[in-house]
């Protein structure tokens, strides 16, 4: 009886321990089940971080000079990749972005530097100041840039210089072309001391050596015009050598008057095609009371009943009305000079006619009435 007792006490500790024990195996196996998961989210981190650093690497290589934006995107993944290999990694990659940009900074500074230097012993300083200026903007903060600013300033007084000598070489080349030396010395004479350096101190000082010698022999040429005798065509008193052809021409105390109210254009001459007058000097005074203008024709002759003359037109606009004005025209070969007593302006105009030598004469346009008091004219050997 106590032997079965035993076997059935037995048998129950056996059945109790069996069930506790498959109570407890599920919770095991769940926590083993719950470690991979976790494993499986940093792997992922880890992949994710890897094609971020490739994209920020891939973008250093191929934006070199984009430097800022390589800084920034470095820094927001270093934080993202704290505690990771890829920290250290973008660590590099910026310390090797700052170094390939500094290094790309200097050495385009050194070419750009090479190419100024050059062209500078060439006396260019505009051109060097171009070559400065595509120095990239990339590399602004730089001190390199720094380097090129230093460089630039005193650049910009020569470039200055060198523009304002160019302006004065074309002044120079309009005054001579209107036979006006003399206008041409006084505007090399004013060109500023301060910028007569280097290459232009010896273009200039030729210059004004080659234009003192054509205004000295310009005032020998007047000194021998001065003695030659002028000759008069009109002083005042008789109009015997004009030949009035149209419009209406008469003296009137001491002047000559002329209007054109009917005709479409009122003329008259003095001399003849056989006059010697070819390279001379004309003194007019004048006066336009109403009309458009006034014509001085030179040079002339009839062709086929129609007058052929080179003109000269004297027009309100720069012969004020209602005033005489005392103008003094130098034929001189294919060139006529045209200045007005007191003023500095100087017109020149060139020949077109082909004629040689012939009359003068005035034409007027209808509705036009002027008066002449004074014309001479001194022959030029």
């Given at each position: 009886?106590?032997?079965?007792?035993?076997?059935?006490?037995?048998?129950?500790?056996?059945?109790?321990?069996?069930?506790?024990?498959?109570?407890?195996?599920?919770?095991?196996?769940?926590?083993?089940?719950?470690?991979?998961?976790?494993?499986?989210?940093?792997?992922?981190?880890?992949?994710?971080?890897?094609?971020?650093?490739?994209?920020?690497?891939?973008?250093?290589?191929?934006?070199?000079?984009?430097?800022?934006?390589?800084?920034?995107?470095?820094?927001?993944?270093?934080?993202?990749?704290?505690?990771?290999?890829?920290?250290?990694?973008?660590?590099?990659?910026?310390?090797?972005?700052?170094?390939?940009?500094?290094?790309?900074?200097?050495?385009?500074?050194?070419?750009?530097?090479?190419?100024?230097?050059?062209?500078?012993?060439?006396?260019?300083?505009?051109?060097?100041?171009?070559?400065?200026?595509?120095?990239?903007?990339?590399?602004?903060?730089?001190?390199?840039?720094?380097?090129?600013?230093?460089?630039?300033?005193?650049?910009?007084?020569?470039?200055?210089?060198?523009?304002?000598?160019?302006?004065?070489?074309?002044?120079?080349?309009?005054?001579?072309?209107?036979?006006?030396?003399?206008?041409?010395?006084?505007?090399?004479?004013?060109?500023?001391?301060?910028?007569?350096?280097?290459?232009?101190?010896?273009?200039?000082?030729?210059?004004?050596?080659?234009?003192?010698?054509?205004?000295?022999?310009?005032?020998?040429?007047?000194?021998?015009?001065?003695?030659?005798?002028?000759?008069?065509?009109?002083?005042?008193?008789?109009?015997?050598?004009?030949?009035?052809?149209?419009?209406?021409?008469?003296?009137?105390?001491?002047?000559?008057?002329?209007?054109?109210?009917?005709?479409?254009?009122?003329?008259?001459?003095?001399?003849?095609?056989?006059?010697?007058?070819?390279?001379?000097?004309?003194?007019?005074?004048?006066?336009?009371?109403?009309?458009?203008?006034?014509?001085?024709?030179?040079?002339?002759?009839?062709?086929?009943?129609?007058?052929?003359?080179?003109?000269?037109?004297?027009?309100?606009?720069?012969?004020?009305?209602?005033?005489?004005?005392?103008?003094?025209?130098?034929?001189?070969?294919?060139?006529?000079?045209?200045?007005?007593?007191?003023?500095?302006?100087?017109?020149?105009?060139?020949?077109?006619?082909?004629?040689t030598k012939g009359p003068i004469c005035f034409f007027i346009a209808?509705?036009?009435?002027?008066?002449?008091?004074?014309?001479?004219?001194?022959?030029?050997?």
């Open positions: 009886m106590s032997t079965l007792r035993g076997i059935i006490v037995f048998a129950l500790v056996t059945a109790l321990t069996a069930a506790c024990s498959s109570e407890k195996e599920p919770p095991a196996a769940e926590s083993a089940h719950s470690a991979k998961p976790a494993q499986s989210e940093q792997d992922m981190r880890l992949s994710s971080l890897s094609d971020q650093f490739d994209r920020i690497s891939s973008y250093a290589q191929d934006n070199p000079r984009e430097l800022d934006k390589i800084l920034i995107q470095a820094k927001n993944f270093r934080a993202e990749a704290a505690g990771t290999q890829f920290e250290k990694k973008t660590e590099k990659l910026a310390a090797d972005a700052q170094a390939r940009f500094n290094q790309d900074a200097e050495e385009t500074y050194r070419k750009l530097r090479e190419e100024a230097d050059r062209l500078m012993a060439r006396g260019k300083p505009r051109q060097t100041l171009e070559v400065l200026g595509e120095y990239p903007a990339e590399f602004f903060s730089t001190k390199w840039q720094k380097k090129i600013d230093e460089m630039i300033e005193p650049l910009k007084e020569e470039a200055e210089a060198d523009r304002r000598f160019d302006i004065l070489r074309e002044d120079v080349a309009r005054e001579l072309e209107g036979h006006n030396p003399e206008a041409a010395l006084d505007l090399v004479d004013r060109y500023p001391e301060s910028m007569r350096t280097g290459s232009r101190k010896t273009q200039w000082d030729k210059m004004r050596s080659e234009l003192s010698a054509k205004v000295e022999a310009l005032r020998e040429q007047r000194r021998k015009e001065e003695a030659l005798p002028w000759e008069e065509l009109f002083a005042g008193t008789s109009m015997n050598r004009w030949a009035p052809q149209s419009g209406k021409w008469e003296l009137k105390a001491g002047v000559i008057v002329g209007k054109c109210v009917i005709d479409p254009q009122g003329f008259v001459y003095c001399g003849t095609e056989d006059s010697p007058w070819d390279n001379f000097i004309l003194e007019l005074e004048f006066k336009i009371v109403s009309g458009d203008f006034l014509v001085l024709g030179i040079r002339g002759k009839n062709e086929g009943g129609h007058s052929v003359f080179d003109q000269i037109e004297f027009r309100p606009e720069n012969f004020p009305r209602a005033k005489f004005h005392e103008v003094t025209v130098e034929a001189r070969g294919n060139v006529f000079t045209i200045r007005e007593k007191g003023e500095k302006q100087v017109y020149t105009q060139d020949a077109e006619s082909g004629f209808s509705g036009t009435e002027v008066h002449i008091r004074k014309v001479r004219i001194k022959h030029l050997k």
